[in-house]
Nanobody, 125 residues
Framework: QVQLVESGGGLVQAGGSLRLSCAAS????????MGWFRQAPGAEREFVGA????????YYADSVKGRFTISSNNANNTVYLQMNSLKPEDTAVYYC??????????????????WGQGTQVTVSS
């Protein structure tokens, strides 16, 4: 069992930045992918981005490409989501998640077996 704990959310003005962290209770397999998702009120949970532990390959949703950056620190089992140029439409609860390489597309919620509790990000206009 892997426990994931997000932190770093908060209130920020449009154009500002936040960095979210996701700490894993233990090291997931080196082949696992760590994903970030978000869910706004009344909306479905959507893919934001992902990173592989093994090679550090990253993937981003078009809506955040060029503004958000995912990185990892393998030494302390932590994944980060650096969010710059934030917009009011980025307001959501942000979740990190972990999946195995054989469980489906990185973009799909159902492919991820482990989830954090979420952290609120609010961007004011």
């Amino acid at each position: 069992q892997v426990q994931l704990v997000e932190s770093g959310g908060g209130l920020v003005q449009a154009g500002g930045s936040l960095r979210l962290s996701c700490a894993a209770s233990r090291r997931t397999a080196s082949t696992y992918t760590m994903g970030w998702f978000r869910q706004a009120p009344g909306a479905e949970r959507e893919f934001v981005g992902a990173i592989t532990w093994s090679g550090g390959s990253t993937y981003y949703a078009d809506s955040v490409k060029g503004r958000f950056t995912i990185s990892s620190n393998n030494a302390n089992n932590t994944v980060y989501l650096q969010m710059n140029s934030l917009k009011p439409e980025d307001t959501a609860v942000y979740y990190c998640a972990a999946k195995s390489p054989w469980s489906g597309s990185n973009l799909l919620v159902r492919a991820y077996a482990y989830w954090g509790q979420g952290t609120q990000v609010t961007v004011s206009s």
